[in-house]
């Protein structure tokens, strides 16, 4: 281990390096458990399910790396599952068709693209750059929708049925949150929600609530 001014507090004999490397490691897992947190709550939504509804933090300190393996957004039962996909800029979503008829994907949001149409069993990818929330579309039956949105952090969670979610690993500071979901009126998702992350932290969404 590497000599520290500051943990070194009882130098020299080799017989205590153990016990000086017990204090360290004591010492970093505390800083470890003060510097991180968590966001754990309930959405309520004015009606509808509170379950499915992407619940994240607007902005957090530092640079992300995106996940290399991508995302998946599926096309179902003539919908696309999930409702809402969270991603991480940078990520690459990988569209599949598990339906019995052909489906499209196209986005007018952002650049927009169109990934053309395609059978069941395959798939298609689309990187996404740039935050922001894009509409899922289906050229071919109209009545389909479904959201990605693409966020800046990696702190983000979906909510269980009853609402609950729990976002993990949040750096102790000031945050806003915002949800989106389809039990979330359109002028809400923009609605901000500021939570102070001090280790494990309650916050609840409660749009019934002005
Ligand atoms: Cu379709």
Do not use: W
Not at 127 to 132: A, H, V
């Amino acid at each position: 281990m590497k000599k520290d001014a500051g943990l070194d507090f009882n130098p020299t004999p080799r017989k205590d390096s153990f016990m000086r490397s017990f204090v360290a490691l004591s010492a970093l897992m505390l800083a470890g458990s003060a510097l991180s947190g968590e966001i754990k709550g309930k959405v309520t939504p004015v009606k509808g399910s509170a379950g499915g509804i992407v619940v994240y933090v607007v902005k957090a300190d530092g640079q992300f790396n995106p996940p290399k393996k991508p995302a998946a957004m599926d096309q179902k039962h003539m919908a696309f599952v999930p409702y809402v996909l969270p991603v991480l800029a940078g990520t690459t979503v990988l569209f599949q068709n598990h339906d019995t008829v052909a489906h499209n994907v196209f986005s007018p949001d952002g650049a927009g693209y169109n990934l053309g149409t395609f059978p069941p069993g395959q798939s298609r990818k689309q990187e996404f750059k740039d935050t922001g929330i894009y509409t899922q579309l289906c050229s071919l039956h109209p009545e389909m929708e479904g959201y990605i949105v693409v966020l800046q952090n990696p702190y983000f969670a979906t909510t269980k049925a009853d609402g609950s979610f729990d976002i993990k690993g949040v750096p102790n500071g000031d945050y806003q949150l915002r949800a989106i979901g389809k039990a979330i009126k359109k002028k809400d998702r923009k609605r901000d929600f500021p939570v102070t992350v001090s280790g494990s932290t309650h916050a609840d969404m409660d749009f019934s609530q002005q």
